[in-house]
């Protein structure tokens, strides 16, 4: 599974911190930033968003609370990005959810971000009737508009 990782400036640290860890186990393409200069984290959403399904399978996004880089993110055709906070939430975006993003907050604890991002990473869609019709709708909406 190919797995890409960005954040704007206030994510940095984490996300350096994360894809260490994560290249042990995954193929990691990093999309930005590479340092702590201030800069606009929808850049850095886009940029990741519009290689899902392309050059990667699934992606992690961290900005200063998660919020504006998943708002972002969703605006890409085909993210489904989930801003989460805990390990139930991270499982719960791929189990009935089948979101292929997730973001979070740089002060989110290193051990909780490897912990909701391993959960994220290998839980799989639940392929449930009522998971399945709402995420057709919501792909139905996102064609016609």
Do not use: W
């Not at 990782?5 to 393409?29: F, P, V, W």
């Not at 850095?44 to 050059?55: H, M, S």
């Not at 961290?62 to 939430?89: F, L, P, Q």
């Amino acid at each position: 599974m190919k797995v890409g990782i960005a954040s704007d400036h206030r994510g940095y640290a984490l996300k350096q911190k994360l894809l260490e860890e994560l290249k042990k186990t995954y193929e990691m393409i990093d999309y930005g930033t590479n340092n702590e200069e201030s800069t606009d984290y929808p850049i850095y959403a886009f940029r990741l968003g519009e290689q899902i399904g392309k050059e990667i399978d699934k992606g992690i996004l961290i900005c200063g609370t998660g919020i504006g880089i998943s708002i972002a993110a969703n605006k890409v055709k085909g993210v489904r990005c989930a801003k989460v906070s805990t390990k139930e939430e991270a499982e719960l975006a791929r189990l009935h959810n089948n979101a292929n993003v997730i973001a979070f907050g740089e002060k989110t604890e290193l051990s909780l971000a490897q912990e909701m991002v391993n959960i994220f990473l290998t839980t799989d869609f639940s392929y449930g009737e009522r998971h399945m019709r709402r995420i057709k709708e919501i792909e139905e909406y996102e064609h016609d508009h």
